[in-house]
């Protein structure tokens, strides 16, 4: 089985943001020494954080440190690229659950063997942790990256029928993704891992605790009907996406 942490390695661009359809697609396995030294990268900055030496990561891929500067350019520039890489390993798994702009998805066996396997996520599960216990604007780039591709699969989702439309997408999506981050962090406050380099079993242990219930509200909904949300949209000023209440049946 492929490593989740495989995929295509983009052309060198320049540094400004991109939208999720620039970003790169990891189609195919690539072992070049570019991915080689991301890949490292990433294992050691999601088990040890971004204090890591360079000539760790360096040595982790069989490079020279000055090989891995040649690359990236600086220590920043390689997370950037990591950042990069997670968030297209996000979106793409987030498009296999839910759908892509084709209408194509996972099948409930794909989903599965995901589950089954959910300890190869460790890595970009830890990873994420690692960005946001960092903070800083590189912290901040990273988690509005991973609403504005929210945004874009969610849409996708909408346009081929798997998730209702919402009175404000945007807003749904950056509650969406902050809701989860604090989800995540808090589960591992409360329930702090043996081994935190072992990101395969804190990834493991959140789903054990909150896959069922997170998948049951998500499918199934909370509230039975509409009398809240109608009591909020009287009052709210504008109403979101110009949606006035409508009378509870």
């Known amino acids: 089985m492929r490593s989740v942490l495989q995929g295509a390695e983009p052309a060198p661009t320049g540094t ?7 970003r790169e697609t990891p189609d195919v396995p690539d072992l070049t020494g570019r991915a080689r030294i991301r890949d490292a990268a990433l294992l050691r900055f999601a088990s040890e954080g971004f204090r890591v030496p360079v000539r760790t990561i360096a040595a982790d891929a069989g490079v020279s440190p000055g090989l ?15 950042d990069e890489h997670v968030l297209v390993l996000i979106r793409e798994n987030k498009r296999n659950v839910l759908g892509d702009e084709h209408g194509s998805r996972g099948s409930p066996v794909d989903v599965l063997a995901q589950l089954g396997s959910i300890e190869e996520y460790g890595p ?17 780039s990273f988690v509005a990256s991973m609403v504005d591709d929210a945004v874009a699969y969610i849409a996708d989702g909408v346009a081929t029928g798997t998730i209702k439309p ?11 993704v902050t809701q989860s981050l604090g989800t995540i962090l808090l589960d591992l406050t ?22 069922l219930p997170s998948i049951e509200l998500f499918t199934g909904g909370f509230l039975t009907d509409r ?3 109608d009591a909020y949209l009287r009052y709210a ?12 049946p």
């Open 166 to 176: 919402s009175l404000d997408e945007s807003a749904r999506a950056r509650y969406l």
């Open 237 to 248: 000023e504008p109403p979101p996406g110009g949606q006035a209440a409508t009378p509870a």
């Open 227 to 229: 009398t809240l949300l």
């Open 16 to 22: 400004g943001p991109q939208t999720p359809d620039q």
């Open 190 to 211: 409360l329930n702090p891992p043996a081994d935190p380099g072992d990101t395969g079993s804190v990834i493991r242990g959140y789903v054990d605790r909150h896959g």
């Open 68 to 82: 891995v500067i040649h690359h990236f350019g600086s220590k920043e520039g390689l997370r950037r690229a990591c």
């Open 124 to 140: 970009v599960l830890g990873y994420v942790l690692r960005s946001l216990q960092e903070g800083g604007e590189l912290a901040r």
